[in-house]
């Protein structure tokens, strides 16, 4: 309900993911999940959100690929 708001959010997330990206994103602890996964999960913090993303070694080169936006507030243990 607040347009203001939501683009200072999407503002933030944006500049958090460039700047991950371009500082080595597989540099930074992973997160442990319960599940088995082919490409690890790892995590940045934005206000009161995580963004969560694996990073996916192709021929032309490594791809950062978000995978979740949450809450601070929801259960990580019943959405991963």
């Known amino acids: 309900m607040n347009p203001s708001a939501a683009n200072d959010l999407i503002d933030s997330v944006e500049a958090a993911i460039y700047e991950r990206l371009n500082n080595s994103p597989e540099a930074f602890e992973q997160y442990l999940s319960k599940k088995q996964r082919l490409h690890p999960y790892y ?38």
Not at 47 to 76: A, C, D, F
Request: glycine share 2%; charged share 25%; hydrophobic share 35%.
């Open 43 to 80: 995590r940045i913090y934005v206000k009161n959100y995580v963004i969560y993303y694996v990073v996916i070694h192709t021929s032309e080169g490594p791809v950062m690929e978000v995978r979740r936006l949450l809450n601070n507030r929801q259960s990580k243990e019943t959405i991963l």
